[in-house]
């Protein structure tokens, strides 16, 4: 959990309540590491899994509808303005 919480750059306890909700749902499960009991590993249930799949397609096939409505130009423009968003500083 402190591995999420700080690479999703939130508190512990914040991270810790999200998982709960989230397993409460069946949406995600936890799984122990044998070898060393205090890991605790978080993963799609298979219904996650499916919704997961299924958010993906979605933006997705929004992303290329909105990029074939692009000219080549535009798509470059947009492109190196992405690559200096996702730079580091």
Do not use: Y
Request: aromatic share 2%; net charge positive.
């Amino acid at each position: 959990m402190t591995d999420l919480a700080g690479g999703l750059g939130i508190p512990l306890s914040t991270a810790t309540r999200a998982i709960d909700k989230l397993v409460a749902k069946g949406l995600v499960e936890r799984r122990g590491v044998p070898k060393d009991r205090r890991i605790v590993q978080i993963g799609f249930s298979r219904h996650g899994r499916e919704i997961n799949r299924f958010a993906i397609k979605s933006r997705c096939a929004i992303a290329r509808s909105l990029l074939r409505k692009m000219s080549p130009a535009e798509r470059t423009r947009l492109l190196q303005r992405l690559v200096r968003l996702a730079a580091p500083e």
